[in-house]
């Protein structure tokens, strides 16, 4: 990586734009796996400029493992956060998640596209690649063009596992995405200040192919023949991730990360001209790192689950820089960017591990106190809570903590997405370069899928890696526990009584700002 | 004054402790005022140990409040037993009348009064408290 800053604006500057959306086109398994990052980082309560937040996965692998995983966090999360509407209490899960047709019908829009946060490509659920062509019924001399552009394999391809790495592939399959209705209902509501992010990799199919396919069709700002002035000229940021990992060489499999590098050379050359020779995009992100690790390789499905990367956790701390940018410095002016800015990461020094502490500081106070209230909000959740319902931050209100509350749906699915959260937080962990802001050791199964996290600390306050526990040698002075636990009860004062969803969001929100600020951070 | 006659009254008409003439000497001698100021309020300072200067929440069941009664009760049983026997002693030029009966009765139905007042003010004080409102019943 290099050792740039990545010029974040400072949460206290943002003016929450409560109005206008953000747009995440999320291409490929990378693109999945940062609206992954992406999820946790706003269920922690990492705060975006952007109060309304719509992704759309675009992967023709529908049986993706990576991207399934973030739609059911997709999923997870708009089920909770649809509980803690307008309550200021609570930073947790703050902004709004919403898939394209929710948002639709709010205004009152008349549609049938359901989108579920992910788009169908058609033609691909059981087609290879040759009958989506209808290659049978072209003409001898387009037959022949098309064996010049594409090889047997790629003809023969199975399209229900993605493209494979293969971006002339996805070059053609994809264009039908901005033909679609549903692109069509995105381009019918996008408003004047509203944005667009666009996540892929530059090495894999879909994502190369995808997103300069997608740029071009909103600069065009044309679909089905009719013009969309606001989308040609909405203000569109991009992050192109390289590579930063490697899979297993495979003779059988037609993914070799062997090409990775001149795949990714290829890209940028035609993004030159293309994409930022064109000011096409007003933010453009560059992220990668040294290809270290080594994944399985599988050419898609199920089996296709990649271990979350620090890489995919950073891209999407780029989302949110661009959500949080002025829009005085990025305008557009007849498609075109009028002062395109391109953006790189990088952290304080290489590292095989990294902490908060190796982050630069508006990267770090973006994300750190967020992940680590997440974190603390968790460990209560799978250490405690069930065991301490007698005190009064659970039992004295009208609304209490009790055995009736943790059989909701909501405390549920809190349960559910905070295991996807330590999930995540144990992959970043085990990963080349491994992100461990926490002192955590994954529990993995039989097939070394990680299943969990353990923490093991005298100390709970501790468990911050890079960063000393606040002691006090006072014996009287409330410590771990006891001192999250008298928070809480501080904290339920202050939250009083409202509905047991919120009140139980708020009083942890609330006691660990206070506890972070006793005795990790100042 | 109110005192001596507010406290005679609970020990002796709701209590039923009425031993003459060691009854009429308490109030002689103004003893039930002093034994019921040091009763009442250290019921009072008692809970408002427990409730705002422990108010740990590790330190909140219903038994750790009972522990802190029980210390009250103690330091009441021991009010009650000595502070009539210094001051009958002291009356009575060192030949008290009274056996160690007398006063221990009286000790241990001021310890029962004790008790109830120590619940009286748990039912006033705990409202605020941040880490044991709910203690040692909830609300």
Redesign the interface.
């Known amino acids: 990586m290099e050792k740039r800053q990545c010029k974040a604006n400072t949460v206290s500057s943002l003016n929450l734009n409560t109005m206008a959306k953000l747009f995440v086109f999320g291409i490929g398994g990378t693109g999945a796996r940062v609206v992954k990052s992406l999820t946790m980082l706003l269920a922690s309560g990492v705060r975006s400029n952007y109060n309304e937040i719509i992704p759309i996965l675009i992967d023709p692998d529908r049986a993706g493992g990576d991207l399934n995983r973030t739609l059911k966090i997709l999923k997870e999360y708009w089920g909770i956060q649809k509980e803690l509407q307008n309550f200021e209490h609570n930073d947790f899960f703050k902004a709004r998640i919403l898939t394209l047709s929710e948002m639709i019908s709010r205004k009152g829009g008349n549609t049938n596209v359901i989108d579920g946060f992910k788009f169908e490509l058609d033609g691909v659920q059981t087609d290879s690649f040759k009958d989506f062509l209808d290659f049978g019924t072209l003409d001898p001399n387009n037959k022949y063009l098309t064996s010049l552009l594409f090889s047997d394999a790629n003809l023969n391809s199975d399209l229900e596992k993605g493209f494979k790495g293969n971006p002339n592939i996805g070059s053609v399959v994809l264009n039908q995405f901005t033909k679609s209705d549903v692109f069509e209902a995105f381009a019918r509501n996008f408003e004047e200040e509203d944005r667009i992010f666009i996540v892929s990799s530059i090495f894999g199919g879909t994502g190369a192919a995808g997103f300069p396919l997608l740029l071009k069709n909103i600069r065009e700002g044309k679909v089905k023949g009719e013009h969309f002035d606001f989308l040609k000229n909405a203000i569109v940021g991009a992050i192109t991730v390289m590579p930063y990992f490697k899979v297993a060489a495979d003779n059988v499999s037609e993914i070799d990360s062997k090409g990775f590098i001149s795949k990714t050379k290829a890209a940028l050359h035609y993004y030159f001209k293309n994409v930022t020779g064109n000011n096409s995009v007003n933010a453009l992100y560059y992220v990668g790192d040294l290809v270290s690790n080594e994944y399985e390789n599988n050419e898609g499905g199920n089996d296709q689950r990649n271990d979350a990367h620090f890489v995919e956790l950073i891209s999407a701390t780029a989302i949110l820089d661009f959500a949080n940018t002025d829009s005085n410095f990025l305008q557009t002016l007849n498609g075109r960017a009028q002062n395109p800015v391109y953006k790189e990461f990088g952290i304080r020094e290489p590292t095989e591990r990294v902490s908060f502490s190796s982050l630069y500081d508006e990267t770090s106070r973006l994300i750190g106190v967020n992940l680590t209230k997440y974190f603390y909000f968790d460990l209560f959740l799978i250490e405690k809570m069930k065991n301490e319902t007698?005190?009064?931050f659970a039992?004295?209100y009208s609304n209490k903590f009790d055995d009736n509350f943790f059989d909701q749906t909501f405390f549920k699915t809190i349960v559910e997405f905070n295991k996807s959260f330590r999930i995540w937080l144990g992959e970043l962990h085990r990963n080349k370069v491994g992100f461990s802001p926490f002192n955590i050791a994954p529990i993995t199964n039989n097939q070394n899928e990680i299943v969990d996290i353990k923490t093991d600390a005298k100390s709970i306050f501790s468990l911050v890696n890079g960063v000393k526990e606040k002691k006090n040698w006072n014996p009287l002075v409330?410590n771990n526990?006891?001192l999250y636990?008298?928070e809480l009860?501080?904290a339920a004062?202050k939250v009083g009584n409202t509905s047991t969803s919120k009140r139980f969001m708020g009083v942890f929100s609330q006691a660990l700002t206070q506890i972070l600020d006793q005795k990790i951070y100042s | 004054m109110v005192m001596n006659e507010f406290y005679s009254y609970i020990i002796e008409n709701i209590f039923r402790f009425n031993e003459e003439p060691f009854s009429t000497d308490l109030y002689s001698e103004s003893l039930y005022g002093t034994i019921g100021i040091i009763t009442i309020s250290s019921a009072l300072l008692f809970n408002v140990i427990f409730y705002y200067v422990i108010n740990?929440?590790?330190f909140?069941?219903w038994w750790h409040w009972l522990l802190i009664g029980g210390v009250h009760l103690i330091i009441c049983i021991l009010a009650a037993y000595f502070i009539p026997k210094d001051s009958f002693d002291f009356l009575f030029f060192g030949s008290d009348p009274y056996n160690y009966t007398d006063y221990l009765s009286f000790s241990l139905i001021n310890a029962i009064a004790a008790f109830a007042f120590y619940v009286f003010w748990m039912l006033f004080v705990r409202w605020k408290s941040?880490?044991?409102?709910?203690t040692p019943f909830?609300?």
Not at chain 2, 130 to 134: I, R, S
């Open positions: 007698n005190h009064p039992s004295a409330l526990y006891e636990i008298s009860n501080k004062e | 740990r929440p590790n909140a069941r941040v880490n044991a409102k709910q909830p609300h």
